[in-house]
């Protein structure tokens, strides 16, 4: 059975970092499309980013592009979310997800069967 848990969130100021990770457990993650989405309070839950099997092509939301890193190091079976330049409005809980199916095609959380619990990051002026 896959599981994900999350850790790394907190609190910090604006144009603070902070690393998300996820460890996978039931799978080998390098087999995985896997994924990262936050939901704010009192908005959908979206796509931030995601790495397929092979690292080949990340894809990113594009108000992250630029400042948010996903990673993958298989041999721990985790994937990280460097988050830098923090924004207020990058609050929210973030959630790690996956399929079994390599490839990412899409960050919709509707093709993601496996999440984790959330990590709330708050991010303060």
């Known amino acids: 059975q896959v599981q994900l848990v999350e850790s790394g969130g907190g609190s910090v100021q604006v144009g603070g970092s902070l690393r998300l990770s996820c460890v996978v457990s039931?799978?080998?993650?390098?087999?995985?499309?896997v994924g990262w989405f936050r939901q704010a309070p009192g908005k959908e839950r979206e796509g931030v980013a995601m790495?397929?099997?092979?690292?080949?092509?990340?894809d990113y939301v594009d108000s992250v592009k630029g400042r948010f890193t996903i990673s993958r190091d298989g041999a721990k079976n985790m994937v990280y979310l460097q988050m830098n330049s923090l924004k207020v409005e990058d609050t929210a809980i973030y959630y790690c997800?996956?399929?079994?199916?390599?490839?990412?095609?899409?960050?919709?959380?509707?093709?993601?069967?496996?999440w984790g619990q959330g990590t709330q990051v708050t991010v303060s002026s």
């Open positions: 997800a996956a399929r079994t199916l390599g490839y990412c095609d899409t960050l919709s959380k509707n093709s993601f069967p496996y």
């Open positions: 790495i397929p099997a092979g690292d080949e092509t990340t």
């Open positions: 039931g799978y080998f993650a390098n087999h995985m499309c």
